[in-house]
Nanobody, 117 residues
Framework: QVPLVESGGGLVQAGGSLRLSCEYS????????MAWYRQGAGKQRELVAR???????NYADSVKGRFTISRDNAKNTVHLQMNSLKPEDTAVYYC???????????WGQGTQVTVSS
């Protein structure tokens, strides 16, 4: 069973917003860096946003100022707030719990985001 479950994808018009959520069902969530990746049709998977265990964030240049990653350690959840969406944001979005030391790392199953023009 995959310990990461994403939700919140869907179809939205350009300029709209979506909020993705990823819930981790394992332990030690609070010390694991978390990230969102995406993979568009015919493209390589790319990093969208990352948040460290301490809350530091970094973003792909293409989403800076539009997307916000956050985490709620009490609920073992990481969110990706996506505003001002563009058709080029269309992709399958994957949640990632980073591999670190003895922690193996995990990927979610992915959630589809489609932005229509």
């Amino acid at each position: 069973q995959v310990p990461l479950v994403e939700s919140g994808g869907g179809l939205v018009q350009a300029g709209g917003s979506l909020r993705l959520s990823c819930e981790y069902s394992g332990r030690i969530f609070s010390i694991v860096p978390m990230a969102w990746y995406r993979q568009g049709a015919g493209k390589q998977r790319e990093l969208v946003a990352r948040i460290s265990s301490g809350g530091s964030t970094n973003y792909a240049d293409s989403v800076k100022g539009r997307f916000t990653i956050s985490r709620d350690n009490a609920k073992n959840t990481v969110h990706l707030q996506m505003n001002s969406l563009k058709p080029e944001d269309t992709a399958v979005y994957y949640c990632n719990a980073e591999r670190s030391g003895a922690f193996p790392g995990y990927w979610g199953q992915g959630t589809q985001v489609t932005v229509s023009s």
